[in-house]
């Protein structure tokens, strides 16, 4: 059917990796990549806006961060990073903070000059007021955390609009740890290597499969049994890794797996630099969007190529997914758990399939997480299976 020895479904990260793995380790195997959508990058695809220079993340922020030396070395064969580090400013009532909370935050809020053992000791004198409660619910979770001033300014409304629920109807499990920084270190990310690939993500994306023994079809759907690369024609014949959701895979026989999107709107303004930051999160529930996304930002070095007068803005609105919305954020509670379980058994009636990526495994990944995961799963899983078709 599939003239290709094995089948990618989806063109994100896991399965570019997967691709790029295959044809590196098998000097004779061709790989045919389809996708829905018309680009490869899956949520981490990118382009440059005409009007402005800047480089839009079609889907969202995407800041690459890694600890791992494995994924590091990987990712550095295709593309250079920038130096770009990550930071990101929230507005409340009317002023500007630095997030994630850290000293600089807890002075600004409480007009005062607190040494980090000051400022620890008032933290956890607030949160002690919740020392004897046990958490039903995400607010009680907040407060024992991180005290009910904090919590209150910028964690309990930002996340009501996140969920679209009140917090006290929220389950507290939402939030494990709230991290609170004693120091003025407002680096977002703690990861080992930082930055942004040097020429935009989608170059480096087209790098990893640049291979004449790589086909992509873009524009194709698996389950649209009107073109040839389709579920019901390839399962059982030819080796497959689907990165597609899991629960649409088995045609929703266990129920749907709950999902929330983000709805983007987009602003240009006449001026150089409409925030001075690349990420402001807005904490009030007065304001309906939970932050915005000021491109140019992501990309200083390119300076000389962007426009000065003109800058584009991205404000994002969160909602629950519907089946025909983009799935973004797993909602992952005990009822999707437990479907989630039941979709995984069904699996080992699919040997030929390896579901992988962040739809197939109805988890959230960073991206060095997908690309981690995916080569393990060609070491373990699709070298495995590769062999065993490629000699039969
Ligand atoms: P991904 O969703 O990228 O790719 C799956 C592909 O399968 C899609 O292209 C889809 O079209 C295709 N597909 C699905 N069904 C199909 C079908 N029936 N037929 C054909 N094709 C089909 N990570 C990080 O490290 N730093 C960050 O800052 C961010 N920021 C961020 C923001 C937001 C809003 C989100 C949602 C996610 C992030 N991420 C992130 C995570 C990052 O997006 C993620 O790690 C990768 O995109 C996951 O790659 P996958 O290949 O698993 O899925």
Redesign the pocket.
Known sequence: VANADLVI????????TIAQQVVEHNPTARVHI????NHI????YSYFDEQTGAEIHK???????TSSKRVWDYVNRFTTFTNYVHRVYTTHNGEVFPLPINLGTINQFFHAAYTPAQAKALIEQQAGEYADVDPQNLNDQGIKLIGKPLYEAFIKNYTAKQWQTDPEQLPATIIRRLPVRFTYNNRYFKDTWEGLPIDGYTAWFQRMIDNPRIEVSLG????DTSQPLNKAALVGKVPIVY???ID?YFGYSEGELKWRT?DFKEVRYAEDDHFGCPVMNYADADVPYTRAIEFKHFNPERADKQSHDNTVVWYEYSRFAGRDDDP??PVNTDADKATYNKYKNLESAEPQVVF?????QYA???????IDSALTAYEEQVAPLLKESLNA
């Open positions: 479904v989806g063109a994100g990260l896991f399965g570019l389809i996708d829905v959508r990058g899956g949520n981490a889907y969202g922020a995407h800041l690459f961060h194709v759907d698996f389950f990165t597609g959701p649409r983000v973004y954020y992988g990526g962040r739809l197939g959230y990944f960073d991206m060095w997480a997908t």
